[in-house]
């Protein structure tokens, strides 16, 4: 079974910077796609980013692009989300979320579903 770990959360200045990690275990496949996610207070969740283990391509949200950057460290069975120049607006709690068998520059795009999900990170921005 798939274990996904969040953690990196805070508080956080407008204009400041967190990077959050996700740390993943118990891979029964050679291939996995981790997403990122956001639920700020009354909104529905939110796709931030995704990438799979295979290569460093990634896909993200649009209006993520830019100041969000996923990354990983395939020795730590680890993924990031360093998040740059932060907004009130992106104050939500953050989660991770993983994809078996699925190569995300095969299909174009990130998993329209995922199999497992992490507890979740707050990340509160505010002066």
């Known amino acids: 079974q798939v274990q996904l770990v969040e953690s990196g959360g805070g508080l956080v200045q407008p204009g400041g910077s967190l990077r959050l990690s996700c740390a993943a275990s118990?891979?029964?496949?050679?291939?996995?796609?981790i997403g990122w996610f956001r639920q700020a207070p009354g909104k529905e969740r939110e796709e931030v980013a995704c990438?799979?283990?295979?290569?460093?391509?990634?896909y993200y949200t649009n209006s993520m692009r830019g100041r969000f950057t996923i990354s990983r460290d395939s020795a730590k069975n680890t993924m990031y989300l360093q998040m740059n120049d932060l907004k009130p607006e992106d104050t939500a709690v953050y989660y991770c979320?993983?994809?078996?068998?699925?190569?995300?520059?095969?299909?174009?795009?990130?998993?329209?579903?995922?199999?497992?999900w992490g507890q979740g990170t707050q990340v509160t921005v505010s002066s």
């Open positions: 990438m799979d283990n295979s290569d460093d391509k990634a």
């Open positions: 118990g891979f029964t496949s050679d291939y996995y796609v």
């Open positions: 979320a993983a994809r078996l068998d699925v190569i995300i520059s095969v299909i174009g795009r990130c998993p329209g579903e995922y199999d497992s």
